[in-house]
C-alpha cells in the first residue's frame, strides 16, 4: 500500500510558471528524458579533474566518446559548504573520507569558477550538455550567467527549501537527488519545487554511501517514486561497477548518473567508486540494448513452423474416424492446432489423405 498519493500541482495562483508539457517528458538541452526516451546518460567530474584543468577537458572529450549525454559538475567553495574549524563536528571520523575536516575535504575537491567558461565552451562545441550542482544560491546566480541547461539539487540538499525555490525559478530542468530523504522529505522537496515550475522537475534514487553496497541500493523504490508523484525518475549510482545501473533501466530509471574519471590510479576523493571511460562505455551500450530488448507489450500472432500442427500419421481413406494411429500431433506447424485433436477425434474423414497430409477442418464431416 502506498504511503502517499501523487503530489498535485498547486493552484495557478501560487505558480510562478506554468506550462502544458507532459509531467513524465523533460526536454534538457536537445535531448528528451522520460516517457519511452533513451536513458539519458551523466557522467559527473565531480572532484576527479583533481585540480587540473587540462585534464577536466580531457574528461569532456572522453565523456562524449563514452556515450554520456552529459557532464556535470560541483559548484561551491569550502567556506559557503561549511566552516574551516577543527571542532569534532566538522572533523570526518569514519568512511572513506576519514581523517579529515569538512572543510580540507571541500577544498581539497572544489572546481575553480574561472574554469567553467572555458569548460562550456569545448562541452557546447563537441555537442555535450554540460551542467552543475550549485550547493548555494550564489552558485546559481553564477551558473545562470554561464547559461546552464539545468541544475540538480544535491542529496544533502534537499532539505535546503531555499536553494530548490531559487533553480526552480530559473524555469531550467531540475533534478533532485533523493539520497537519505525520507519520503516525507521528498514530497516536501517537490512541492517547494511544483509551486514554481509544476512540469520542469526529475527525481533520482540514491542511496549516500560512498561506495554504496549493492544490498542497500532497492531499485525497487524506483517505480514507487514514479507512481507516488508522476515524475521521471533516475538513479545516481555510488556502486562499483556498472550493473545496478542497468537494472535500474530495467525498472524504469529514465536517467542514470555515475562518477567519472580517466583512470582511477589517480588520488581525487572519488577516484575510488568512479568508472573509467571504457567501463562508462560498456555501460551505456549495455543500457542501450536493455532498453532495445525491453521494447513493448507484445504477443507472438504468426503461426510458427517450429511448432506443431495436426496431421496425417499414414494415409487415410475417405470415411475413416480420426484416431490416435492415423493423425498426431507433430513439427512442422500446420493444419489444425493439437489442442483440438480431444473435440475431432472419432470424427470422419471426409475425402483421401495421403500421409504427411496436414489435417485442416475442411477434411472432417
Same mark, same amino acid.
Given at each position: 500500500?502506498?504511503?502517499?498519493?501523487?503530489?498535485?500541482?498547486?493552484?495557478?495562483?501560487?505558480?510562478?510558471?506554468?506550462?502544458?508539457?507532459?509531467?513524465?517528458?523533460?526536454?534538457?538541452?536537445?535531448?528528451?528524458?522520460?516517457?519511452?526516451?533513451?536513458?539519458?546518460?551523466?557522467?559527473?567530474?565531480?572532484?576527479?579533474?583533481?585540480?587540473?584543468?587540462?585534464?577536466?577537458?580531457?574528461?569532456?572529450?572522453?565523456?562524449?566518446?563514452?556515450?554520456?549525454?552529459?557532464?556535470?559538475?560541483?559548484?561551491?567553495?569550502?567556506?559557503?559548504?561549511?566552516?574551516?574549524?577543527?571542532?569534532?563536528?566538522?572533523?570526518?571520523?569514519?568512511?572513506?573520507?576519514?581523517?579529515?575536516?569538512?572543510?580540507?575535504?571541500?577544498?581539497?575537491?572544489?572546481?575553480?569558477?574561472?574554469?567553467?567558461?572555458?569548460?562550456?565552451?569545448?562541452?557546447?562545441?563537441?555537442?555535450?550538455?554540460?551542467?552543475?550542482?550549485?550547493?548555494?544560491?550564489?552558485?546559481?546566480?553564477?551558473?545562470?550567467?554561464?547559461?546552464?541547461?539545468?541544475?540538480?539539487?544535491?542529496?544533502?540538499?534537499?532539505?535546503?527549501?531555499? &536553494? #530548490?525555490?531559487?533553480?526552480?525559478?530559473?524555469?531550467?530542468?531540475? *533534478?533532485? $537527488?533523493?539520497?537519505? @530523504?525520507?519520503? =516525507?522529505?521528498?514530497?516536501?522537496?517537490?512541492?517547494?519545487?511544483?509551486?514554481?515550475?509544476?512540469?520542469?522537475?526529475?527525481?533520482?534514487?540514491?542511496?549516500?554511501?560512498?561506495?554504496?553496497?549493492?544490498?542497500?541500493?532497492?531499485?525497487?523504490?524506483?517505480?514507487?517514486?514514479?507512481?507516488?508523484?508522476?515524475?521521471?525518475?533516475?538513479?545516481?549510482?555510488?556502486?562499483?561497477?556498472?550493473?545496478?545501473?542497468?537494472?535500474?533501466?530495467?525498472?524504469?530509471?529514465?536517467?542514470?548518473?555515475?562518477?567519472?574519471?580517466?583512470?582511477?590510479?589517480?588520488?581525487?576523493?572519488?577516484?575510488?567508486?568512479? &568508472? #573509467?571511460?571504457?567501463?562508462?562505455?560498456?555501460?551505456?551500450?549495455? *543500457?542501450? $540494448?536493455?532498453?532495445? @530488448?525491453?521494447? =513493448?507489450?507484445?504477443?507472438?500472432?504468426?503461426?510458427?513452423?517450429?511448432?506443431?500442427?495436426?496431421?496425417?500419421?499414414?494415409?487415410?481413406?475417405?470415411?475413416?474416424?480420426?484416431?490416435?494411429?492415423?493423425?498426431?500431433?507433430?513439427?512442422?506447424?500446420?493444419?489444425?492446432?493439437?489442442?483440438?485433436?480431444?473435440?475431432?477425434?472419432?470424427?470422419?474423414?471426409?475425402?483421401?489423405?495421403?500421409?504427411?497430409?496436414?489435417?485442416?477442418?475442411?477434411?472432417?464431416?
Amino acid at each position: 500500500m502506498k504511503t502517499i498519493t501523487p503530489v498535485p500541482s498547486l493552484p495557478k495562483g501560487d505558480q510562478k510558471i506554468s506550462d502544458n508539457r507532459d509531467p513524465m517528458q523533460i526536454k534538457l538541452g536537445d535531448s528528451y528524458i522520460g516517457s519511452g526516451n533513451p536513458t539519458y546518460m551523466i557522467a559527473e567530474m565531480s572532484a576527479n579533474h583533481g585540480g587540473d584543468i587540462e585534464r577536466a577537458i580531457d574528461m569532456i572529450h572522453a565523456a562524449k566518446e563514452a556515450g554520456a549525454n552529459a557532464i556535470k559538475l560541483q559548484t561551491y567553495t569550502a567556506d559557503t559548504l561549511t566552516l574551516d574549524c577543527q571542532n569534532p563536528p566538522f572533523y570526518i571520523s569514519k568512511g572513506p573520507w576519514k581523517g579529515q575536516t569538512l572543510y580540507n575535504l571541500y577544498k581539497s575537491a572544489y572546481t575553480p569558477w574561472e574554469w567553467y567558461p572555458l569548460l562550456k565552451e569545448i562541452a557546447d562545441k563537441i555537442g555535450i550538455s554540460i551542467f552543475s550542482t550549485p550547493f548555494d544560491e550564489s552558485a546559481i546566480d553564477f551558473l545562470v550567467k554561464m547559461e546552464c541547461p539545468a541544475f540538480k539539487i544535491a542529496s544533502h540538499e534537499l532539505i535546503d527549501h531555499a &536553494l #530548490i525555490k531559487k533553480a526552480a525559478l530559473t524555469g531550467k530542468p531540475l *533534478i533532485i $537527488s533523493t539520497g537519505k @530523504a525520507t519520503l =516525507s522529505e521528498i514530497d516536501e522537496a517537490v512541492r517547494v519545487a511544483r509551486a514554481q515550475v509544476p512540469q520542469n522537475l526529475i527525481l533520482l534514487k540514491c542511496t549516500s554511501s560512498y561506495p554504496a553496497p549493492p544490498e542497500d541500493m532497492n531499485l525497487r523504490t524506483i517505480p514507487h517514486l514514479q507512481d507516488c508523484f508522476g515524475l521521471p525518475v533516475g538513479l545516481s549510482d555510488h556502486t562499483k561497477g556498472i550493473g545496478t545501473s542497468i537494472a535500474a533501466v530495467a525498472l524504469g530509471a529514465c536517467m542514470i548518473e555515475k562518477h567519472f574519471i580517466l583512470d582511477r590510479k589517480l588520488e581525487t576523493p572519488d577516484s575510488f567508486f568512479s &568508472l #573509467i571511460p571504457e567501463e562508462f562505455k560498456s555501460m551505456t551500450d549495455e *543500457i542501450r $540494448s536493455v532498453e532495445r @530488448a525491453l521494447g =513493448s507489450v507484445k504477443y507472438e500472432t504468426e503461426l510458427d513452423l517450429s511448432r506443431r500442427g495436426l496431421w496425417a500419421y499414414r494415409d487415410i481413406k475417405a470415411g475413416e474416424k480420426i484416431s490416435n494411429e492415423n493423425v498426431k500431433s507433430l513439427r512442422p506447424g500446420g493444419g489444425i492446432l493439437p489442442s483440438f485433436l480431444p473435440m475431432i477425434k472419432g470424427k470422419r474423414i471426409k475425402c483421401d489423405l495421403v500421409k504427411g497430409s496436414p489435417i485442416l477442418w475442411e477434411h472432417i464431416e
